[in-house]
């Protein structure tokens, strides 16, 4: 196991437990900020500047400004460096974070983190269990109400993470969670994906994060000849679809062998599409 490693924007590298954050920052009071998880492999972090852009995003959601892009780098470059000088394994979570500030007001804080890949998430990689739990609202509703900050990648993931251990506590490893109009949303931190043929399918986008791994997975998909699909999905077919994952940039593609405790099958071409995953982008 390698120490986590902290940079602040000018590239310079802290000890993990180096106090870098107020308590009055409204990221701590309030969970007020946005955040970016991402894989390193390598040393190369994969789809860095959608990673960028959909913080950038994010912060809009949330009004306030995060430093433009380019001001991140040397905080990435650090930790990247500092990772390999640590003999860190291949792969390395890389995580961006951005909060609104101190109470009283000034500029965002801003930090990289880099650590390992968390050992629950390697071995989710070879197949999850998960619940499907009601999420309190439908996507189309929260799509048109900006201030529940539809698709922003906020700090703000206590429900989510409390879903998780109630999953975990019906001897699950995850959820998937569902609306009150019946269609399948997202899970706490991933995409839900189904494979039936040769197409793959995802809930449309409305209220839940635009996922990067899902659109990588479509985009090298669809050259290898597999059809995709937005739209909705009903329960049902996590179980009767030839293949059901979850997705998420530093899970990958992991199948899901279990549904509310029904044991599904493992498509045989999960092989293949997390191999259309690894892969460079064109
Ligand atoms: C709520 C939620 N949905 C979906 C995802 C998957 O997004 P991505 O593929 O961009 O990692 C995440 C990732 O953490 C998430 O938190």
Redesign the pocket.
């Known amino acids: 196991m390698t120490d986590t490693i902290i940079a602040t924007l000018d590239g310079q590298l802290h000890r993990a437990d180096e106090p870098l954050l107020r308590p009055d920052d409204l990221g701590v009071l309030r969970g007020d900020g946005v955040f970016e ?2 894989l390193a492999v390598d040393g190369i972090p994969r789809d860095l500047t959608e990673h960028l852009e ?1 913080l950038t995003t994010s912060a809009k959601l949330l009004d306030f400004d995060v430093p433009a892009e380019l001001a991140w780098r040397p905080a990435i470059d650090a930790v990247l460096k500092a990772w390999k000088g640590a003999e860190g394994g291949s792969e390395m979570t890389l995580r961006l974070m951005a909060t609104r500030g101190a109470e009283a007001g000034g500029e965002p804080t801003t930090l990289v983190i880099g650590s390992d890949v968390a050992a629950a998430t390697l071995q989710q990689r070879a197949g999850v269990r998960v619940r499907v739990l009601q999420r309190g609202f439908a996507g189309p509703d929260v799509a048109a109400m900006p201030w529940l900050l539809p698709g922003a ?1 906020t700090l703000s993931y206590a429900v ?1 993470m409390a879903a998780v251990r109630h999953a975990k506590s019906c001897g699950d490893d995850d959820v998937m969670f569902v609306g009150t109009d019946g269609l399948m949303l ?6 839900l994906i189904l494979a039936e043929g040769d197409t793959l399918s995802t809930p449309r986008r409305d209220g ?2 635009d ?4 659109r990588r997975l479509f985009a090298a998909a669809e050259q290898a000849g597999w059809r995709t699909a937005y739209g909705d999905i009903a329960p049902e077919r996590l179980l009767s679809a030839d293949g059901a994952f979850v ?4 899970r990958m593609l992991s199948p899901i062998v279990a549904v509310d405790g029904t044991a599904r099958a493992v498509s045989e071409r999960t092989g293949e599409l997390q191999e259309l995953l690894r892969r460079d982008p064109a």
Do not use: D, F, Y
């Open positions: 998880t991402t959909r990648k989510n997202e899970g706490p931190t991933s995409t839940i994060l996922g990067i791994t899902v997705a998420s940039s530093v």
